[in-house]
């Protein structure tokens, strides 16, 4: 509390000084007998009290944001970065404070965040740059090697071509999601008619596995929305049951909105469900439940961690479930009403 008193003693020794000068100066021109004079003083000194007080608790006030500061600066020298035991105090100073302290973690989180993305995407695109680069080297070493092998070293090179395109094609999708999302234009969507859109571009992999899609969305439900945003969330959705479902599964998907406000949609598929450990960990970027199986299908391993920042970026919660009779679940909310971002407009979508 030193800056405290200091600046108490400061206006205590102001206030007096003050005070003594009028009183000379009363003594000086001989007005003792003036009542004007003496209401003056009064006055005077009053508001020489009143403004000490309020500096002190200026003061009081400024010294309690300055002791918190300090001690989060403290604590990012010495290398913590848990700072839920420091506690700003509740007046405008305090908000300024915590402003200062999310700004910070927002900065450390976002610098971690990108060198993490960078080390996964090296990682990611090493095997099928590296597998490429094998096939093609031994169909150059070896120009006469059979055609059957020849076919199917060419094949194989293909089918990591199309992975590495899918790996960059979902990188892009994400870095529009969470560097131009607020600054998408949104306009207001017919989700049922969208959806069965969708479903028709989906219908030769979805025949493919012999799975039937239905859904059960209300017809009066729109949603304020940028069309990229809301392809990608449910065909990564009806991607990801496709791809590690199994074959003759059901994909179904519902949606209603009681309030204006929030829609809310449930996304379940029969097929084999993910393994409790794995559950809370589906939506990270490149993470696989089936290291090995999940290669072999040339996934990117995104498509989840696309779904989930989709709805972020629309203002819902989404969270993911076994199902009782088998298979995996997605309960999510979405706004109706866009709150900020683009002007919106009417869409006959």
Known sequence: MKLTKQLYRGFIFLALLLLSVLTLEIFKTGALGNIYL??????????????????????????????????????????????????????????????????FVHLKNSDKYKQELTHNIAHELKTPVTSIRGYLET????????????????????????????????????????????????????????????????????????????????????????????YALFKNLIDNSIEHGGENIRIHLSGRCDDGVTAFFTFYDTGVGVSEKHLSRIFERFYRVDEGRNRKRGGSGLGLAIVKHTVIQHNGKISATNREGGGLQFDFTLEVRRRSGGDSHQSNA
């Not at 403004?51 to 300090?70: D, M």
């Open 139 to 230: 169909l150059i070493q070896q120009p006469d090697i059979d055609p059957e092998t020849r076919k199917f070293f060419l094949e194989r090179a293909f089918n990591q071509c199309v992975r590495l395109s899918s790996i960059i094609a979902d990188i892009s999708v994400l870095n529009n999601i969470e560097e131009t999302g607020e600054k998408m234009e949104f306009e207001t969507i017919n989700v049922k008619r969208y959806v069965r859109e969708i479903e028709s571009d989906l219908s030769i992999k979805l025949a493919s596995k012999n799975i039937t899609f239905s859904e059960d969305i209300d017809e009066s439900l729109h949603i304020d929305t940028n069309p990229f945003l809301l």
């Open 38 to 103: 003496y209401r003056y003083l009064f006055l005077s000194y009053v508001l020489l009290i009143a403004v000490t007080l309020l500096a002190i608790i200026l003061a009081y006030r400024t010294e309690s944001i300055y002791k918190v500061l300090r001690q989060f600066v403290r604590m990012i020298h010495s290398g913590k970065s848990d700072f839920e035991e420091i506690n700003f105090p509740k007046n405008k100073f305090g908000e300024l404070g915590e402003d200062i302290m999310n700004t």
